[in-house]
């Protein structure tokens, strides 16, 4: 879904960054952009439940593409919706790093992501 919305865009003349953990992946995509030959792109590696990595990726964005964002596609693999302005920063990073066991959110809570019970204790 990631790699079709880039494809989309870029044909549309927009500029992406991409952010994945997967080096190949974005590789692959960025080959794909390329020969169609729609290449404003960008890519960095980074796991979207570290926030420093994602602080990183933050810069890279503003360094490669300007200060303003206009669209923010989170395709990593799991989430519960919901507004990422709003969320609650432990809360998106116990989503973002639920492996589909009881996670780390609030005693007494499911996850949003995984809808497990939460494995944290009063």
């Known amino acids: 879904m990631g790699r079709e919305l ?12 991409m952010c994945d953990v997967s080096h190949e992946n974005m590789d692959e995509t960025a080959e794909l952009v390329r020969a169609a ?4 792109i960008s890519w960095y590696a980074a796991d979207v439940g570290a926030a420093a990595e994602m602080d ?3 810069a890279h964005v503003a360094d490669h593409h300007g200060p303003s964002v206009n669209l923010l596609f989170n395709n990593a693999g799991i ?16 989503c973002s790093t639920c492996a589909g066991e009881a996670c780390s959110t609030a005693p007494g809570r499911s996850c949003r992501c995984c809808s497990l019970p939460s494995a944290v204790t009063s």
Request: glycine share 20%; charged share 15%; net charge negative.
């Open 79 to 94: 989430g519960g919706g919901g507004s990422l302005v709003n969320a609650d920063p432990g809360e998106w990073t116990a």
């Open 37 to 40: 030959g729609d290449a404003d």
């Open 6 to 17: 880039v494809r989309q865009l870029t044909a549309a003349g927009c500029s992406v960054a």
């Open 56 to 58: 990183a990726f933050a």
